[in-house]
């Protein structure tokens, strides 16, 4: 069966997508992060509020912003707005600083990329974290969720295993 989304009906299931993955990523970051005592989710309790999401929703934003902007990724534009965005509280990892570091100084992103854990680029889970709403918003074709998750990929990371990550969620969220 195929089938062609409009541009609304796109943006709404990359939103859905998005407050999913923020409240997972707030929930989660809540289990990393120093906290005065654990709390037992299997006797249905919640830490208390507020719960702040990571670099992982913030670049996720990017990527979203970036399909309602465009309908796609521009690699170009989308690692500077990986660079502007960042910053040290939202948990970022010392690859991704370094990365988005070089390119907010001008490196350009594939140099940037590339430079990361001693020249193999990081095989890392950051772009496969960040690209569900890219998934849902192709959710009319695998095909082009798994190009545009590759596009996303590239911008941090430049090994070969951390780009599948991301193409191999966004496919999945597509479907």
């Given at each position: 069966?195929?089938?062609?989304?409009?541009?609304?009906?796109?943006?709404?299931?990359?939103?859905?997508?998005?407050?999913?993955?923020?409240?997972?990523?707030?929930?989660?970051?809540?289990?990393?992060?120093?906290?005065p005592a654990?709390?037992?989710?299997?006797?249905?309790?919640?830490?208390?509020?507020?719960?702040?999401?990571?670099?992982?929703?913030?670049?996720?934003?990017?990527?979203?912003?970036q399909?309602?902007?465009?309908?796609?990724?521009?690699?170009?534009?989308?690692?500077?707005?990986?660079?502007?965005?960042?910053?040290e509280?939202?948990g970022?990892?010392?690859?991704?600083?370094?990365?988005?570091g070089?390119?907010?100084?001008?490196?350009?992103?594939?140099?940037?990329?590339?430079?990361?854990?001693?020249?193999?680029?990081?095989?890392?889970?950051g772009?496969?974290?960040r690209?569900?709403?890219?998934?849902?918003?192709?959710?009319?074709?695998?095909?082009?969720?798994?190009?545009?998750?590759?596009?996303?990929a590239?911008?941090?990371?430049?090994?070969?295993?951390g780009?599948?990550?991301?193409v191999?969620?966004?496919?999945?969220?597509?479907?």
């Amino acid at each position: 069966m195929s089938f062609t989304l409009f541009a609304d009906a796109r943006l709404a299931l990359a939103r859905d997508s998005l407050a999913g993955l923020s409240t997972g990523d707030a929930l989660g970051a809540q289990y990393f992060l120093p906290a005065p005592a654990p709390v037992d989710l299997a006797a249905d309790a919640l830490p208390p509020a507020p719960w702040e999401w990571t670099d992982d929703t913030e670049m996720a934003c990017s990527v979203l912003a970036q399909l309602a902007d465009s309908g796609g990724i521009d690699r170009d534009r989308l690692a500077l707005s990986f660079a502007e965005r960042c910053t040290e509280r939202r948990g970022y990892g010392a690859g991704a600083m370094l990365i988005l570091g070089l390119v907010r100084t001008g490196t350009p992103w594939p140099l940037a990329a590339a430079s990361a854990f001693d020249g193999q680029g990081s095989c890392g889970n950051g772009a496969a974290m960040r690209v569900g709403p890219l998934g849902a918003y192709f959710a009319d074709s695998t095909a082009r969720a798994a190009a545009q998750a590759r596009a996303s990929a590239e911008v941090t990371h430049a090994h070969p295993e951390g780009i599948a990550g991301a193409v191999a969620v966004a496919v999945a969220a597509a479907l």
